[in-house]
């Protein structure tokens, strides 16, 4: 099982990046997804989800409005378009694959905001 987060990096305030998750090793398309943060010094926290077949999501309140979450269950791949980048939007982003009692982690990428 493999998943892989890629994106990440330095952007300025108002700015975008767009991370991607590249999952192997099970069946994506039966899984839901979600993307965590975890800042320097605080808890993970889940910013966005998303269902098996990409029709329902949900948004952390801090992220709502500004991010998208999507997949594409023939690439084996989802997305975390995130526009008006703010500072506190800084953290390492984790990718993660839910279904029942399976759960699979990425290694994260860091996403830095500032000027």
């Known amino acids: 099982v493999q998943v892989a987060e890629s994106g990440g990096g330095l952007a300025q305030p108002g700015g975008s990046l767009r991370l991607s998750c590249a999952a192997s090793?099970?069946?994506?398309?039966?899984?839901?997804m979600r993307w965590f943060r975890q800042a320097a010094g605080k808890e993970r926290e889940l910013v966005a989800a998303?269902?098996?077949?990409?029709?329902?999501?949900n948004y952390a309140d801090s992220v709502k409005g500004r991010f998208t979450i999507s997949r594409d269950n023939a690439k084996n791949t989802v997305y975390l378009q995130m526009n008006s980048l703010k500072p506190e939007d800084t953290a390492v982003y984790y990718c993660?694959?839910?279904?029942?009692?399976?759960?699979?982690w990425g290694q994260g990428t860091q996403v830095t905001v500032s000027s």
């Open positions: 993660n694959a839910i279904r029942l009692a399976w759960t699979y």
């Open positions: 998303i269902d098996s077949a990409g029709s329902m999501t």
């Open positions: 090793g099970f069946t994506f398309s039966s899984y839901a």
